[in-house]
């Protein structure tokens, strides 16, 4: 008698429960309505649901996936100094020429500009005065453009509110923006192409802050207790955390609130402070947790609170979450400042912005810096604000997000202003990038948009779904037809095949496209196949006179061989396919590739223990096949 | 229940016969690509800009043309898309980032209409997808070839790769001489059908390498007829299965993956033909070739 596989059906049972705890999410947000969303969205546990469920492509929910390429050409034409017809020539000739070859814009002009015999050094003077110094330079700039372009991309796609954006630079000097669900185009379109808008607002102080705060908790309480209460997430609230957060919300300087100590925020805390009940005092700094940023966003917006805001002044969020140390909690936080309106100065003025390390004796010795230049304009007014602001911080704003609020030390009266307090050089970079990101428009195209409205969305899952679903009753009515039990056993190995690919998209935040739908499809027909092998094989092992168990082993064996040497084919090819396809390819390839795998543990494994399950007593004597 | 029990059909015999087959069928959609002047490409690989529209009523295709026409559009063609109150509108290259949809608009104003897909490719990138996916292409047969050769030896490996030529060529001229398009998604099915196709042939190479080291005394056309003969249930019923729903996908799938679907239909019915009468007895003959050429 066979031993009990008791361990297959261990193994079995642990996969089973993986693919439910990993479907389960996607299950659950599903069933939620808009409004349960949006109540789960202002309560902040939206984000943690929509980061396990499957998501899906442009092409089932709607979107806009776009290619920009930053404008080369303009660039180095609006860096070039003494433009002439000959410079205007070479340049289009190599802008032409660029187009259909796939040599890099800059090797060509270098060849163009030697061939017409045109001095590049005439041009651009202050970049070199070798043609291959001014060439690496120009290279500089380009890239530049790029990671600027980047940044203000980013910036304002995260203002749009699409969940998961996917934002990439690609092959040098283009960027890839995908929004799904986003339903305007134009908009998203305007929005990318605009050019970025930098400027510097004063940081009111941390007292006016407070009573605005103060005020807007009055006028909310006065007009009735907010629409949308977060659900008090009550369970992970230790006891003595009400006390440590009312000592943390609001408290003294800077020093008292160490420990916000949990994040959970009771309806007791609400009730009493309804908008400052959200807020916590870090430092200098007033922080809301990642997840209340939209029911704060909810609240600022409603009526009472505009009218308890004075004129004067605006309420600005960080332009990203981090983890604050201070308030031992491990959970992201994004600053919330409250600035003058009216911007001190903007960001046209600029005229150079450096990441360096700080120089020695400075303040800032062997620190990251940002170094500032600014045209004589900009010098007159940076004089007067920072001489009447010192000792306050002023913040960095890039289209409406604040990137940094350094404090003022003194009047810096030509211009040239280091910036410290950056963690990192990345971090001083990335600041850097922003400050030159006002100045300078460098154009960028769009060269490539896919577009796709949510209701040919919608008409796709269904139609998607509904072909999905006819073909595998098929399958599975053919597969009982014609192997009677044994076909069942296959059916079952077919339909945990499915949940199993949906399982590992959903662990591996991989995306559904209609691509994907139909891998998912084909998979149902290939995996049939290994199925079929085997059973072929044990009725020709049942021919030959071999016992039932015989004749199981001996299939299993021999088809195994077959099947995976037939997959590893199939494999590859997705795997190609993976590699050179873009957006809906590679979700074709993915449920293909996870599909074969599947396959290969529910087709050979899980069928084999069925068998094995169901032959154990030695008096079976037939074999439903 | 069964479907063939102990047959014993001789596929090697009538190799011959499906050579002049498969050579026709090659040779005629090789000529439709020369006419043609090789494949039709979609925006995808040529660039321009196509646009799904759905109107609010049903309307003739000559009616959006002559608006279009007029509102400045240059040679737009325009096609029905399943209901008949869709239709699909290409534009050559040029207009990718422009403001195109509010031209689209002007031009149709007084007709109520969604955009429902709208996908622009630049000129540039349609040559670089083209390069991509030619480069996919070989990439996948240079490592099918590879991990051929390694489990079987080279001849079996040109038999599968012949196979899968023969394959992707057969589909490229029923997709030349129907006068479809090849978009990104074609060349998807293309390489799907490569991976079947040899799906296929493996299950056959594999049952003759068993046969081979069974009988070794047999003679090797013989040998292989009968491991076909052998698979062919199985082949059968797998093509049957992968059919019904590649089918259903083109049947219900929706219009944009209709042709995907297509190309596997006939992908998976030219790759079941060939991996009986093209991979095996190619294979077989090379063999025989090589053992009488060293026993010389």
Do not use: C
Not at chain 1, 99 to 127: G, K, P, Q, V, Y
Not at chain 1, 304 to 321: I, L, Q, Y
Not at chain 2, 100 to 106: K, V
């Amino acid at each position: 008698m066979l031993p009990l596989p008791s361990l297959r059906l261990a193994i079995i049972g642990l996969v089973f429960t993986w693919v439910i705890y990993a479907i389960l999410p996607t299950l659950q947000y599903r069933a939620l309505s808009e409004e349960d969303k949006d109540a789960r969205r202002t309560a902040g546990s939206l984000e943690a649901l929509e980061h396990r469920i499957i998501s899906l492509g442009l092409d089932l929910q709607g979107g806009i996936h776009l290619v920009l390429e930053v404008d080369i050409p303009s660039l180095v034409r609006t860096l070039a100094k003494n433009k002439d017809a000959l410079f205007d020539d070479v340049l289009n000739q190599t802008a032409a020429e660029a187009l259909d070859s796939d040599s890099d814009f800059f090797t060509i002009f270098s060849a163009r500009a030697e061939e017409n015999s045109l001095r590049l050094i005439r041009h651009f003077s202050e970049f070199g005065s070798r043609t291959p110094d001014i060439i690496a330079a120009l290279r500089l700039e380009a890239d530049d453009a790029v990671d600027r372009a980047l940044e203000i991309i980013r910036n304002r796609v995260d203002q749009f509110g699409v969940s998961e954006p996917t934002i990439q630079k690609a092959g040098g000097k283009r960027i890839i923006v995908e929004l799904a669900g986003v339903q305007d185009p134009a908009q998203a379109r305007s929005l990318i192409q605009n050019t970025a808008l930098l400027e510097f607002n004063i940081l009111q102080d941390l007292g006016v802050g407070r009573d605005v705060m103060l005020k807007i908790d009055e006028a909310l309480r006065a007009a009735g207790s907010p629409p949308e209460q977060p659900a008090a997430d009550d369970t992970e609230t230790p006891a003595d955390t009400l006390e440590d957060a009312l000592a943390a919300i609001l408290g003294g300087g800077g020093d008292a609130p160490a420990a916000v100590g949990g994040l959970a925020i009771s309806q007791e805390v609400l009730g009493e402070r309804p908008f400052t009940g959200y807020i916590f005092n870090v430092g200098n700094d007033f922080v809301v947790a990642s997840r209340h940023r939209h029911a704060v966003d909810a609240l600022l917006e409603r009526p009472e609170s505009k009218v308890a805001v004075p004129t004067d002044g605006v309420f600005m969020w960080s332009n990203r979450s981090e983890v604050l140390p201070a308030t031992g909690v491990d959970d992201e936080f994004y600053t919330l400042y409250y600035l003058n309106r009216e911007p001190s100065l903007t960001g046209g003025v600029i005229t150079e912005a450096k990441a360096n390390i700080g120089s020695l004796g400075s303040n800032a010795a062997n620190q990251p810096v940002v170094n500032l230049s600014m045209n004589s304009e900009g010098e007159r007014t940076w004089a007067r604000v920072t001489g009447a602001n010192v000792g306050r911080r002023v913040a960095i704003v890039l289209d409406k997000r604040v990137h940094m609020a350094p404090e003022i030390r003194g009047k810096i009266p030509g211009g040239q202003t280091e910036i410290s307090g950056m963690k990192d050089m990345d971090e001083a970079k990335l600041i850097a990038i922003v400050l030159r990101a006002g100045s300078l428009p460098a154009p960028v195209d769009i060269i490539e948009e896919r577009a796709v409205g949510p209701s040919l969305g919608q008409d796709s899952i269904s139609s998607g779904f509904r072909a999905a679903l006819y073909g595998g009753l098929l399958v599975i009515a053919f597969m009982i037809f014609y192997y009677k039990g044994s076909g069942l056993v296959a059916t079952l190995a077919l339909t945990f095949n499915i949940l199993v690919v949906l399982a590992a998209l959903a662990s591996l935040r991989a995306t559904l496209t209609l691509p994907g739908i139909a891998g998912l499809i084909l998979t149902v027909g290939m995996a049939v196949d290994a199925n079929v092998l085997i059973f072929e094989r044990i009725r020709e092992e049942l021919d030959k006179g071999k016992s039932i168990r015989a004749a199981i082993d001996s299939g299993y064996a021999r088809a195994t061989v077959t099947i995976i040497d037939a997959n590893v084919t199939t494999i590859l090819a997705a795997l190609v396919l993976f590699q050179f396809g873009t957006g809906p390819i590679k979700g074709f390839a993915v449920t293909l590739f996870w599909g074969i795998l599947a396959s290969m543990f529910t087709a050979i494994f899980m069928t084999r223990t069925i068998f094995m399950v169901r032959t154990r007593n030695p008096k079976v004597k037939t074999l439903s096949i | 229940m069964r479907l063939l029990t102990n047959v014993n059909i001789d596929f090697l015999g009538k190799r011959k016969l499906a050579a002049y087959l498969s050579l026709t069928l090659i040779a005629v959609g090789l000529l439709s690509l020369i006419i043609r002047g090789g494949p039709k490409l979609g925006i995808d690989f040529t660039g321009g800009t196509l646009a799904q529209l759905q109107f609010e009523t049903p309307l003739e295709t000559g009616q959006v043309r002559q608006l279009l026409l007029e509102g400045g559009f240059d040679r737009p063609i325009i096609q029905r898309f399943g209901a008949d109150n869709e239709v699909l509108v290409r534009l050559a290259a040029g207009d990718v980032g422009e403001d195109f949809r509010e031209r689209l608009q002007t031009a149709l104003a007084g007709l109520t209409f969604e955009v429902r897909r709208l996908e622009s490719v630049g000129p540039k990138i349609g040559g670089e997808l083209r390069g991509k996916a030619l480069q996919a292409i070989l990439f996948a047969l240079l490592g099918i070839l590879i991990y051929i050769s390694l489990r079987f030896d080279r001849y079996y490996a040109v038999g599968a790769v012949v196979a899968l030529a023969h394959d992707v060529l057969i589909t490229l001229g029923v997709f030349s001489l129907l006068d479809l398009e090849i978009d990104l998604a074609i060349v998807a099915a293309f390489l799907t059908i490569v991976g079947y196709s040899l799906n296929d042939t493996i299950v056959v190479f594999d049952r003759i390498r068993e046969n081979v080291k069974l009988h070794r005394k047999d003679d090797f056309f013989f040998t292989v007829n009968r491991s076909v003969n052998q698979t062919l249930s199985r082949t059968i019923i797998t093509s049957l299965t992968t059919l019904m729903v590649v089918l259903m996908l083109y049947l219900m799938g929706g219009e944009v993956i209709k042709y995907f679907a297509f190309a596997l239909i006939v992908g998976v019915l030219v790759g079941t033909y060939s991996s009986i009468y093209v991979a095996s007895p190619l294979m077989a003959m090379l063999e025989v070739r090589a053992q009488a050429r060293s026993s010389a």
